[in-house]
């Protein structure tokens, strides 16, 4: 596809259970983005990678919560036990490059995310 | 803790006239950018200023960047109801990667 494709687009889940968000960036597209987003508030930085490795991991909130991209394309956030406070809107982008030459980052839609 | 810090929080105007929007930071960036969400969704990159730029041009948008203010600000001329949507500053640090955005500014073009 031509953009950021995020699935599922929404996932409801039981409080305690495990989740995987999956995120396919624009093919050739190195760096590549998490983002949780609250209602009313901005997007708050998870984690970023930059082809395979996790550049910058320090926005994970705690050890619930873990990232791969395994190839260096599709990448997967996951989240055990889940809680009622990790409902939210999870945003994945990816842009060219990364590091202190970046340029435009795109956004998939997100996966909203309910724990119950 | 957000690097970028948007005002006002929320604005509302009416069609045809100019939206002004203003970014400030803390901290030594790379580069400024702001995005444009519509209905808590999916963020559309609109335009990136760099550290070394003072102002930008986009079509009805204009970006300026006072690194010395540690401010950025992002007018909309002869706004439209289309125009109606959030918008977030985000910026990268010179030392680091991470593109951090502000809380954003809720937008409101009344036809």
């Known amino acids: 596809g031509a953009g950021v494709s995020q699935t599922p687009s929404n996932k409801v889940t039981e409080k305690g259970k495990y989740v995987e968000l999956r995120c396919d960036p624009i093919?050739?597209?190195?760096?590549l983005y998490w983002y949780r987003q609250s209602l009313g508030q901005g997007p708050e930085f998870l984690i970023y990678f930059q082809g395979t490795g996790a550049a910058d991991d320090s926005g994970l909130p705690n050890d619930r919560f873990f990232a791969v991209r395994p190839e260096g394309s599709v990448s997967t956030l996951k989240i055990q036990r889940t809680e009622r406070g990790d409902s939210a809107v999870y945003l994945c982008?990816?842009?060219?490059?990364?590091?202190?030459?970046?340029?435009?980052?795109?956004f998939g839609q997100g996966t909203r995310l309910t724990v119950v | 803790s957000q690097q970028g810090e948007e005002d006002p929080q929320a604005l509302s105007i009416q069609e045809g006239e100019n939206a002004t929007m203003n970014c400030s930071y803390k901290t030594s960036i790379n580069n400024l950018q702001w995005y444009r969400q519509n209905s808590g969704r999916g963020l559309v990159h609109l335009i990136l200023i760099r550290s070394n730029e003072r102002e930008k041009h986009s079509g009805r948008l204009r970006v300026t960047l006072d690194t010395s203010k540690k401010s950025s600000s992002l007018l909309i001329t002869a706004s439209r109801a289309a125009d109606t949507a959030s918008y977030f500053c985000?910026?990268?640090?010179?030392?680091?990667?991470?593109?951090?955005f502000g809380e954003g500014t809720q937008l409101t073009v009344n036809p």
């Open positions: 985000a910026t990268t640090k010179t030392s680091g990667s991470r593109l951090t």
């Open positions: 982008a990816s842009s060219l490059m990364g590091g202190t030459q970046n340029t435009e980052a795109f």
């Open positions: 093919s050739g597209h190195t760096a």
